[in-house]
């Protein structure tokens, strides 16, 4: 079992950035890969960057250019930077990581809201 909790979640006016923090109980190099996703308010919850071995990324076409995946091993910390936030960035932030068994463990959420 793992647990992952995230911080750094808050209230930002558009344009403005933050870095959301997750850490994790384990070691992040047991981990296949390690991501973020975004729930809008009454809308699902969709993927918006994942971080594979060897340092591949993916992103979301509606954050690229905007939103950074990063990790550090040390900490077993995986953060999300996000700048040029717009107002359609709100809503609840969950870290989630697949080991290499391929289970998949989400945190509890952090809330972001971007007020125009």
């Known amino acids: 079992q793992v647990q992952l909790v995230e911080s750094g979640g808050g209230l930002v006016e558009a344009g403005g950035s933050l870095r959301l923090s997750c850490a994790a109980s384990?070691?992040?190099?047991?981990?296949?890969?390690m991501g973020w996703s975004h729930q809008a308010p009454e809308k699902a919850r969709e993927l918006v960057a994942r971080?594979?071995?060897?340092?591949?990324?993916y992103y979301a076409d509606s954050v690229k250019g905007r939103f950074t995946i990063s990790r550090d091993n040390a900490k077993n910390t995986v953060y999300l930077q996000m700048n040029s936030l717009k107002p359609e960035d709100t809503g609840v932030y969950y870290c989630?990581?697949?080991?290499?068994?391929?289970?998949?463990?989400w945190g509890q959420g952090t809330q972001v809201t971007v007020s125009s």
């Open positions: 971080l594979f071995g060897g340092g591949i990324a």
């Open positions: 989630n990581v697949i080991n290499d068994f391929g289970s998949v463990y």
């Open positions: 384990a070691s992040l190099g047991s981990m296949t890969s």
